[in-house]
């Protein structure tokens, strides 16, 4: 059974950076598709970014483009999400996914994965 754990969430003050993990075990992800996914209070649960665990690019929501980069460790099985340069509007609840790659998914539904992790919030004041 895949397991997703997130860590590193916080409260920081516009402007500063906070890194999120995503700690995988269960399975071999070599084929897995990993995202990263907010959800502020009242709002839907959003696309942040997400990574090919073997290989490949990295996608962006338009929102966070620039200031926010995933990297992976596959030695850790770890995704992180560094996010730099935070704004208030970056507040929310922040989960990591993961799926199976299959072809023509583009990975930036909530329902193009099978497992999840808890969230971890994120808080960033004015």
């Not at 598709?33 to 990295?58: C, D, H, L, N, Y």
């Amino acid at each position: 059974q895949v397991q997703l754990v997130e860590s590193g969430g916080g409260l920081v003050q516009a402007g500063g950076s906070l890194r999120l993990s995503c700690a995988a075990s269960g399975r071999t992800f070599s084929s897995y598709v990993m995202g990263w996914f907010r959800q502020a209070p009242g709002k839907e649960r959003e696309f942040v970014s997400r990574i090919s665990w073997s290989t490949g690019p990295t996608y962006y929501a338009d929102s966070v483009k620039e200031r926010f980069t995933i990297s992976r460790d596959n030695a850790k099985n770890t995704v992180y999400l560094q996010m730099n340069s935070l704004k208030p509007e970056d507040t929310a609840v922040y989960y990591c996914a993961a799926d199976v790659f299959k072809f023509l998914r583009n990975y930036r539904s909530p329902d193009d994965y099978e497992f999840w992790g808890q969230g971890t919030q994120v808080t960033v004041s004015s």
